[in-house]
């Protein structure tokens, strides 16, 4: 199922300009069934400062509002902090709660249990395979 455009003029929003590449780097990420950082995620795609993790931060954040309006698993969830041991980072977390996928307390164990199912979920879900050739479209 492609993704829904929730930007009313994509043309002009550099965070919808970004999710649909954004979304397919990831689908191979998912394939590998590891989590890339921030950081390492940047520079795949090429982002340029200034503000390289804020332009990112900004793609991510769209691209989960468009998996909680597709009820899809969250494809961000492959994307961690260097810093958070293996979490993304707190914005991810107030994001998935804004769209009405995470609730709970940000210091608690509720974290690290819906990173972990949401993790597992976005790479059974979005991983390229001969199977699941669309999942990068």
Not at 46 to 68: M, R, V
Not at 78 to 106: E, I, M, Y
Request: hydrophobic residues 45%; proline residues 10%; negative net charge.
């Amino acid at each position: 199922m492609p993704p829904t455009d929730l930007s009313e003029n994509s043309a002009v929003d550099p965070a919808a300009q970004l999710a649909p590449r954004l979304r397919a780097y990831l689908c191979q990420v998912a394939g590998q069934a590891v989590p890339i950082t921030y950081q390492a995620l940047a520079k795949a795609l090429g982002l340029a400062p200034p503000n390289t993790i804020h332009q990112l931060t900004l793609a991510l954040e769209y691209l989960i509002k468009e998996d909680a309006a597709a009820n899809q698993p969250l494809i961000t969830a492959l994307v961690v902090s260097k810093t958070r041991n293996g979490l993304p980072a707190p914005g991810f977390f107030d994001c998935a709660q804004r769209v009405g996928r995470f609730s709970g307390d940000h210091s608690g164990p509720e974290p690290l249990a819906f990173h972990t199912a949401e993790f597992e979920a976005a790479v059974t879900f979005w991983r390229v395979t001969p199977e699941n050739p669309a999942a990068s479209a």
